[in-house]
């Protein structure tokens, strides 16, 4: 059973670094390719980053492409989103997503509850 829980959130300004990670207390995470979405107030959920189930293969959102990057420790069942060069702009409830390499958030079935990052000017 997938059980994905996000920590690492929190306030920083911008040009800042933050890391978010996503545990699978389930410990079936090293299966399955794994996603980071974000969704600020009034907004729909956006991709982020995708990573298959080996490290091979990452796809990422154009907006944070060369800010971000997604990493996987499958021997700790846990998914990393290393942000740095924050801008105001990603201020966002992020949530990581299993069991898929996929940029849409609706191929997702399994989320966590999502860490606030909030970004300031």
């Known amino acids: 059973q997938v059980q994905l829980g996000e920590s690492g959130g929190g306030l920083v300004q911008a040009g800042g670094s933050l890391r978010l990670s996503c545990v699978d207390s389930g410990r079936t995470l090293s299966r399955y390719g794994m996603g980071w979405f974000r969704q600020a107030p009034g907004k729909e959920r956006e991709f982020v980053a995708t990573i298959n189930w080996s490290s091979a293969s990452i796809y990422y959102a154009d907006s944070v492409l060369g800010r971000f990057a997604i990493s996987r420790d499958n021997a700790k069942n846990t998914v990393y989103l290393q942000m740095t060069r924050l801008k105001p702009e990603d201020t966002a409830v992020y949530y990581c997503?299993?069991?898929?390499?996929?940029?849409?958030?609706?191929?997702?079935?399994?989320w966590g509850q999502g860490t606030q990052v909030t970004v300031s000017s």
């Open positions: 997503a299993a069991e898929q390499y996929s940029s849409n958030w609706r191929d997702y079935e399994y």
